[in-house]
């Protein structure tokens, strides 16, 4: 089936939007922790290096050497104690520690209840993903019927509003998919 440009158009910008919306929601998961380390963890401590804040990463490699450990190696060693306190500030929970060389942030074992709380968390961020993409169908919809007042045709615009339920369906099944998985994750010990 041929569909008309301008509904293509309001097509394409539909997926992109639910395709931002997947690519979001990935993102805030990394964040939540489940008992094992990842380097995402912290991702958001910046660092002042000489006089500019600049993420953690660009001063030093990020490892994790087992499941409950992260290794920050800094590129300077004066910058182990300024590494250290910005880990403390971003307030993450961590305490770093030190031996000269790296600085090591032991991951403490989750306990039920905050496993429970962290499944919430992956939940929320679930239902505000769902609510971006039902956002972009209706912005999708009204579109097409805008399109309809201008001249598209009333079965292409039918048509393409059963093309927009079919990505709004197929993103909130991925959706349900990438929480699951998550919530596994933090569950499994």
Same mark, same amino acid.
């Given at each position: 089936?041929?569909m008309?440009?301008?509904?293509?158009? =309001?097509? *394409?910008?539909?997926?992109? &939007?639910?395709?931002? @919306?997947?690519?979001?929601?990935?993102?805030?998961l990394?964040h939540?922790r489940?008992?094992?380390? $990842?380097?995402?963890?912290?991702?958001?401590?910046?660092?002042?290096?000489?006089g500019?804040? =600049?993420?953690?990463?660009?001063?030093?490699?990020?490892?994790?050497? *087992?499941?409950? @450990?992260?290794?920050?190696?800094?590129? #300077?060693?004066?910058m182990?104690?300024?590494? #250290?306190?910005?880990?403390m500030?971003a $307030?993450?929970?961590?305490?770093?520690?030190? $031996?000269?060389?790296?600085?090591?942030?032991?991951?403490p074992?989750? @306990?039920?209840?905050?496993?429970?709380?962290?499944?919430?968390?992956?939940?929320?961020?679930?239902?505000?993903?769902k609510?971006?993409i039902?956002?972009?169908?209706?912005?999708? $919809?009204?579109?097409? &019927?805008?399109?309809?007042?201008?001249?598209?045709?009333?079965?292409?615009?039918?048509d393409?509003e059963?093309?927009v339920?079919?990505f709004?369906d #197929?993103?909130?099944? &991925?959706? *349900?998919?990438?929480?699951?998985?998550k919530?596994?994750?933090?569950? @499994?010990i």
């Amino acid at each position: 089936m041929v569909m008309h440009e301008e509904a293509q158009f =309001v097509l *394409d910008q539909c997926k992109e &939007k639910m395709d931002l @919306t997947i690519g979001h929601l990935e993102k805030e998961l990394l964040h939540i922790r489940a008992g094992k380390s $990842n380097p995402a963890m912290i991702d958001a401590v910046t660092v002042d290096y000489y006089g500019s804040m =600049v993420p953690l990463s660009q001063v030093s490699n990020i490892s994790t050497p *087992d499941p409950r @450990t992260i290794a920050i190696q800094p590129w #300077e060693k004066k910058m182990i104690p300024v590494i #250290e306190k910005a880990i403390m500030a971003a $307030n993450l929970g961590f305490n770093p520690d030190n $031996n000269g060389e790296v600085i090591r942030i032991n991951i403490p074992p989750l @306990t039920e209840e905050r496993r429970k709380s962290l499944v919430k968390q992956a939940n929320k961020e679930g239902e505000n993903a769902k609510i971006s993409i039902r956002t972009a169908r209706k912005e999708s $919809n009204e579109s097409l &019927k805008k399109l309809l007042k201008t001249g598209l045709a009333e079965d292409m615009e039918k048509d393409a509003e059963e093309i927009v339920q079919k990505f709004t369906d #197929e993103y909130v099944k &991925k959706i *349900d998919t990438l929480v699951a998985a998550k919530e596994k994750d933090i569950m @499994t010990i």
